[in-house]
């Protein structure tokens, strides 16, 4: 059984950081492509950290990484906005089967004063 659980979210001020972790099991993690989205009430769901190219919104804000041998990705966030605050949700694509992609179960960030 394929799992992604994600943590590390919570209520932070404006200017603040979290580091949100993914822990994978059930899959050969090294073979899939880790992401990191999120999702704000009433909007879509949004892809925020690829590996090769962040959204604009968080470009030298956000930083993600990967520890293979942990199974584990990480979204490490820095000058946290208002705008900022969303669900966010680890995602696994294969590299190269990429029909299969897993979701975790997403983490609040919630970003105020």
């Known amino acids: 059984q394929v799992q992604l659980v994600e943590s590390g979210g919570g209520l932070v001020p404006p200017g603040g950081s979290l580091r949100l972790s993914c822990v994978a099991s059930?899959?050969?993690?090294?073979?899939?492509?880790m992401s990191w989205y999120r999702q704000a009430p009433g909007k879509e769901r949004e892809l925020v950290a690829p590996?090769?190219d962040y959204a604009d919104s968080v470009k030298g804000r956000f930083t993600i990484s990967r520890d293979n041998a942990k199974n584990t990705v990480y979204l490490q966030m820095n000058s946290l906005k208002p705008e900022d605050t969303a669900v966010y949700y680890c995602?696994?694509?294969?590299?190269?089967?990429?029909?299969?992609?897993?979701w975790g179960q997403g983490t609040q960030v919630t970003v105020s004063s």
């Open positions: 995602h696994a694509a294969h590299a190269t089967f990429r029909w299969r992609i897993y």
């Open positions: 059930g899959i050969t993690f090294s073979s899939y492509i």
């Open positions: 590996t090769t």
